[in-house]
T-cell receptor, first 117, second 112 residues
């Protein structure tokens, strides 16, 4: 079964509203989680690294005030898309690593599809 | 930085073997990954290989790593229609942080 879970899987919102997406590690603790964005028929692009107990680290070109990340516990990271616009519509996927099982065990969630009207 | 390249499309007949190829640029990559993505779904970790290995086999999947040429391949034996999906090769940005850079993805089409 899934070891990394995202919620919601689909969300539709109006332009200007904020949307929160959750990423949970189900069977393990993750001090670090990662958020990616995927446009249709394209590859995944890393947006940011979510660090438990400290600020997220954003990749170049990603607006930290637009994409707020909070890693409140060892099993939960949240991505909030603030003041969403249609160009924010995308597939957002998180990942987490079970470090007790070695660096190769890097799992992704089911993804969250955001549609901004 | 790291760059990962894949061919975009592969079509095979059911029962044949599929070979998906990937090249990367950073020779210090520790782990290299293969993920499968079905339409509308997230990524499923298929397998990974550590850089000190040349080959890894897991049931129908065989990963070959040529470190000299920085070439990685995924072979799927006895390909089934359920194997139709997009396959992504991924390598770490740098070191062993868990941050990955992905190839463009190879769409595998399996014809009955």
């Amino acid at each position: 079964g899934a070891v990394v879970s995202q919620h919601p899987s689909r969300v539709i919102c109006k332009s200007g509203t904020s949307v929160k997406i959750e990423c949970r590690s189900l069977d393990f603790q993750a001090t670090t989680m990662f958020w990616y964005r995927q446009f249709p028929k394209q590859s995944l692009m890393l947006m940011a690294t979510s660090n438990e107990g400290s600020k997220a680290t954003y990749e170049q070109g990603v607006e930290k005030d637009k994409f707020l990340i909070n890693h409140a516990s060892l099993t939960l990271s949240t991505l909030t898309v603030t003041s969403a616009h249609p160009e924010d519509s995308s597939f957002y996927i998180c990942s987490a690593r079970d470090q007790l099982k070695g660096a190769g065990e890097l799992f992704f969630g089911e993804g969250s599809r955001l549609t901004v009207l | 930085g790291e760059d990962v390249e894949q061919s975009l499309f592969l079509s095979v007949r059911e029962g044949d073997s599929s070979v998906i190829n990937c090249t990367y640029t950073d020779s210090s990559s520790t782990y290299l990954y293969w993920y499968k993505q079905e339409p509308g779904a997230g990524l499923q970790l298929l397998t990974y290989i550590f850089s000190n290995m040349d080959m890894k086999q897991d049931q129908r999947l065989t990963v070959l790593l040529n470190k000299k040429d920085k070439h990685l391949s995924l072979r799927i034996a006895d390909t089934q229609t359920g194997d139709s999906a997009i396959y992504f090769c991924a390598a770490p940005f740098s070191g062993n942080t868990g941050k990955l850079i992905f190839g463009q993805g190879t769409t595998l089409q399996v014809k009955p």
